[in-house]
Protein backbone atom coordinates (compact mmCIF):
# COMPACT_ATOMS: atom_id res chain seq x y z
CA UNK A 1 0.00 0.00 0.00
CA UNK A 2 2.91 2.25 1.15
CA UNK A 3 4.15 2.13 -2.82
CA UNK A 4 0.78 2.61 -3.97
CA UNK A 5 0.74 5.93 -2.18
CA UNK A 6 4.44 6.66 -3.06
CA UNK A 7 3.68 6.21 -6.75
CA UNK A 8 0.58 8.11 -6.35
CA UNK A 9 1.98 11.30 -4.66
CA UNK A 10 5.24 11.10 -7.65
CA UNK A 11 2.68 10.58 -10.08
CA UNK A 12 0.65 13.81 -8.54
CA UNK A 13 4.06 15.73 -8.79
CA UNK A 14 4.35 14.84 -12.33
CA UNK A 15 1.48 15.76 -13.25
CA UNK A 16 1.32 19.63 -11.86
CA UNK A 17 4.74 20.10 -12.97
CA UNK A 18 3.33 19.06 -16.37
CA UNK A 19 0.59 21.10 -15.99
CA UNK A 20 2.83 24.65 -15.25
CA UNK A 21 4.85 23.65 -18.51
CA UNK A 22 1.69 23.21 -20.54
CA UNK A 23 0.18 26.42 -19.09
CA UNK A 24 4.11 28.10 -19.91
CA UNK A 25 4.09 27.08 -23.47
CA UNK A 26 0.48 28.11 -24.26
CA UNK A 27 0.35 31.24 -22.61
CA UNK A 28 3.72 33.10 -24.00
CA UNK A 29 3.10 31.51 -27.23
CA UNK A 30 -0.33 32.70 -27.72
CA UNK A 31 0.54 36.25 -26.49
CA UNK A 32 3.49 36.76 -28.84
CA UNK A 33 1.35 35.38 -31.47
CA UNK A 34 -1.07 37.41 -31.07
CA UNK A 35 0.93 40.07 -31.05
CA UNK A 36 1.75 39.29 -34.35
CA UNK A 37 -1.06 37.40 -36.20
CA UNK A 38 -3.32 40.32 -35.39
CA UNK A 39 -1.42 42.80 -37.14
CA UNK A 40 -0.62 40.68 -40.09
CA UNK A 41 -4.36 39.91 -40.42
CA UNK A 42 -5.24 43.25 -40.34
CA UNK A 43 -2.57 44.28 -42.95
CA UNK A 44 -4.36 41.56 -45.15
CA UNK A 45 -7.10 42.97 -45.06
CA UNK A 46 -6.28 46.63 -45.74
CA UNK A 47 -3.61 45.50 -48.97
CA UNK A 48 -6.62 43.80 -50.85
CA UNK A 49 -8.09 44.67 -53.36
CA UNK A 50 -10.23 47.95 -53.11
CA UNK A 51 -8.96 48.41 -49.61
CA UNK A 52 -6.99 51.68 -48.53
CA UNK A 53 -3.96 49.97 -48.63
CA UNK A 54 -4.16 48.44 -51.69
CA UNK A 55 -1.32 46.55 -52.19
CA UNK A 56 -0.98 43.00 -55.18
CA UNK A 57 2.52 42.27 -54.58
CA UNK A 58 2.80 42.52 -50.30
CA UNK A 59 -0.82 41.04 -50.19
CA UNK A 60 0.29 38.20 -52.31
CA UNK A 61 3.42 37.10 -50.72
CA UNK A 62 1.84 37.55 -47.66
CA UNK A 63 -0.38 34.56 -48.36
CA UNK A 64 2.14 32.74 -49.72
CA UNK A 65 3.67 32.71 -46.91
CA UNK A 66 1.22 32.22 -44.72
CA UNK A 67 -0.20 29.07 -46.94
CA UNK A 68 3.24 27.59 -46.75
CA UNK A 69 3.61 27.57 -43.28
CA UNK A 70 0.44 26.37 -42.73
CA UNK A 71 0.70 23.73 -44.88
CA UNK A 72 3.53 22.46 -42.99
CA UNK A 73 2.49 19.73 -39.97
CA UNK A 74 3.19 21.37 -36.39
CA UNK A 75 5.49 17.72 -35.55
CA UNK A 76 7.53 18.06 -39.04
CA UNK A 77 7.94 22.10 -38.30
CA UNK A 78 8.82 21.42 -35.19
CA UNK A 79 11.87 19.50 -36.24
CA UNK A 80 12.48 21.78 -39.49
CA UNK A 81 13.40 24.60 -37.25
CA UNK A 82 15.39 22.91 -34.39
CA UNK A 83 19.03 24.58 -36.10
CA UNK A 84 17.14 28.19 -36.31
CA UNK A 85 15.20 27.20 -32.56
CA UNK A 86 19.11 26.77 -31.62
CA UNK A 87 20.92 30.31 -32.97
CA UNK A 88 17.37 31.99 -31.47
CA UNK A 89 16.77 30.86 -28.20
CA UNK A 90 20.14 28.48 -27.78
CA UNK A 91 18.37 25.76 -26.57
CA UNK A 92 15.68 23.16 -28.34
CA UNK A 93 14.88 21.41 -25.29
CA UNK A 94 12.36 22.57 -22.46
CA UNK A 95 9.80 25.12 -22.58
CA UNK A 96 11.93 28.05 -23.87
CA UNK A 97 13.05 25.39 -26.61
CA UNK A 98 9.58 24.89 -27.77
CA UNK A 99 7.98 28.92 -28.13
CA UNK A 100 10.13 29.36 -31.25
CA UNK A 101 8.64 26.89 -33.19
CA UNK A 102 5.06 26.89 -31.64
CA UNK A 103 5.38 30.76 -32.52
CA UNK A 104 5.93 30.19 -36.16
CA UNK A 105 3.10 27.86 -36.35
CA UNK A 106 0.22 29.84 -34.86
CA UNK A 107 0.96 33.33 -35.86
CA UNK A 108 -0.15 32.87 -39.27
CA UNK A 109 -2.91 30.56 -38.63
CA UNK A 110 -4.24 33.74 -35.91
CA UNK A 111 -3.91 36.26 -39.14
CA UNK A 112 -5.85 34.44 -41.52
CA UNK A 113 -8.42 34.04 -38.32
CA UNK A 114 -8.27 37.61 -37.96
CA UNK A 115 -8.27 38.11 -41.55
CA UNK A 116 -11.86 35.86 -41.85
CA UNK A 117 -13.38 38.14 -39.19
CA UNK A 118 -12.48 41.66 -40.13
CA UNK A 119 -13.77 40.61 -42.98
CA UNK A 120 -16.93 39.75 -41.83
CA UNK A 121 -17.77 43.38 -40.78
CA UNK A 122 -20.43 44.75 -42.51
CA UNK A 123 -19.28 47.08 -45.42
CA UNK A 124 -21.47 49.36 -45.07
CA UNK A 125 -20.22 50.23 -41.66
CA UNK A 126 -16.99 50.93 -42.95
CA UNK A 127 -18.03 52.53 -45.86
CA UNK A 128 -19.55 55.36 -43.63
CA UNK A 129 -17.27 55.92 -41.39
CA UNK A 130 -14.69 56.47 -44.20
CA UNK A 131 -17.06 58.71 -45.89
CA UNK A 132 -16.97 61.01 -42.35
CA UNK A 133 -13.60 61.52 -42.95
CA UNK A 134 -12.09 59.28 -40.22
CA UNK A 135 -8.92 57.89 -40.56
CA UNK A 136 -8.33 54.45 -41.73
CA UNK A 137 -6.16 53.42 -38.15
CA UNK A 138 -9.20 54.55 -36.22
CA UNK A 139 -11.72 52.77 -38.28
CA UNK A 140 -9.12 49.76 -37.76
CA UNK A 141 -9.29 49.56 -34.41
CA UNK A 142 -12.67 51.67 -33.54
CA UNK A 143 -14.60 50.21 -36.02
CA UNK A 144 -13.71 46.20 -37.87
CA UNK A 145 -11.96 45.31 -34.80
CA UNK A 146 -14.70 46.15 -32.15
CA UNK A 147 -17.32 45.24 -34.56
CA UNK A 148 -15.28 41.30 -35.38
CA UNK A 149 -14.90 40.84 -31.31
CA UNK A 150 -17.38 38.27 -31.34
CA UNK A 151 -15.39 36.31 -34.08
CA UNK A 152 -11.94 36.90 -33.14
CA UNK A 153 -12.34 35.45 -29.74
CA UNK A 154 -14.29 31.97 -31.31
CA UNK A 155 -11.46 32.42 -33.56
CA UNK A 156 -8.44 32.69 -30.55
CA UNK A 157 -10.32 30.02 -28.75
CA UNK A 158 -10.04 27.63 -31.68
CA UNK A 159 -6.42 28.87 -32.05
CA UNK A 160 -5.30 28.12 -27.93
CA UNK A 161 -7.11 24.91 -28.68
CA UNK A 162 -4.62 23.83 -31.45
CA UNK A 163 -2.05 24.84 -29.55
CA UNK A 164 -2.78 23.21 -26.75
CA UNK A 165 -2.27 19.75 -29.08
CA UNK A 166 0.94 21.60 -30.51
CA UNK A 167 2.34 21.51 -27.20
CA UNK A 168 1.25 17.93 -26.74
CA UNK A 169 3.43 16.86 -29.70
CA UNK A 170 5.94 18.53 -28.95
CA UNK A 171 6.58 16.40 -26.14
CA UNK A 172 8.85 14.41 -28.37
CA UNK A 173 11.59 16.32 -28.81
CA UNK A 174 11.60 16.98 -24.32
CA UNK A 175 9.61 19.98 -24.68
CA UNK A 176 7.56 19.40 -21.34
CA UNK A 177 3.98 19.35 -20.45
CA UNK A 178 1.41 17.03 -20.80
CA UNK A 179 2.44 15.01 -23.98
CA UNK A 180 6.07 14.74 -22.72
CA UNK A 181 4.25 13.10 -19.22
CA UNK A 182 1.95 11.24 -21.85
CA UNK A 183 4.70 9.84 -23.52
CA UNK A 184 7.58 9.39 -20.90
CA UNK A 185 5.48 7.38 -18.67
CA UNK A 186 2.17 6.11 -20.56
CA UNK A 187 4.28 5.26 -23.48
CA UNK A 188 7.67 3.90 -22.77
CA UNK A 189 7.28 2.82 -19.93
CA UNK A 190 3.55 1.32 -20.63
CA UNK A 191 1.54 2.87 -17.48
CA UNK A 192 -2.23 3.09 -19.34
CA UNK A 193 -3.34 4.73 -16.40
CA UNK A 194 -0.78 7.58 -16.97
CA UNK A 195 -2.15 7.96 -20.47
CA UNK A 196 -5.83 7.89 -19.69
CA UNK A 197 -5.78 10.59 -17.27
CA UNK A 198 -3.38 12.45 -19.15
CA UNK A 199 -6.09 12.86 -21.94
CA UNK A 200 -8.69 13.17 -19.53
CA UNK A 201 -6.81 16.64 -18.67
CA UNK A 202 -6.55 17.27 -21.84
CA UNK A 203 -10.32 16.95 -22.53
CA UNK A 204 -10.95 19.01 -19.55
CA UNK A 205 -8.57 21.70 -20.54
CA UNK A 206 -10.28 22.14 -24.58
CA UNK A 207 -13.46 21.85 -23.30
CA UNK A 208 -13.41 24.67 -20.73
CA UNK A 209 -11.74 26.69 -23.33
CA UNK A 210 -14.12 26.14 -25.54
CA UNK A 211 -16.94 26.96 -22.97
CA UNK A 212 -15.25 30.31 -21.97
CA UNK A 213 -14.86 31.42 -25.69
CA UNK A 214 -18.33 31.05 -26.35
CA UNK A 215 -19.52 32.74 -23.42
CA UNK A 216 -17.66 35.48 -23.62
CA UNK A 217 -18.40 35.94 -27.48
CA UNK A 218 -21.91 35.59 -26.69
CA UNK A 219 -21.47 38.13 -24.08
CA UNK A 220 -19.49 40.37 -26.37
CA UNK A 221 -22.35 39.72 -29.35
CA UNK A 222 -25.19 41.17 -27.32
CA UNK A 223 -22.98 44.25 -26.15
Known amino acids: MSKVNAFLEEWGSYLWVALIETF???????????????PLGILLVLTRPGKSLENHFLNRFLNIIINVIRSIPFIILLFFMLPFT????GTT?????VIVPLVVFTAPYIA?????SLLEVDRGVVEAYEAMGIKTKDI??????????PSII??????????IGATA?????????LGDLAYRFGHLRYEPSVMYTTVAVLIILVQGLQSLGNVVAAKLKKD
Do not use: D
Not at 24 to 30: A, E, K, N, R
Not at 86 to 89: I, T, W
Not at 140 to 149: D, G, K, L, T
Open 86 to 89: KFVV
Open 169 to 177: MAGLVGAGG
Open 140 to 149: IWNVMVREAR
Open 93 to 97: IGVKG
Open 112 to 116: RLMET
Open 24 to 38: QMVSISLVISILIGL
Open 154 to 163: LGLTIATIGL
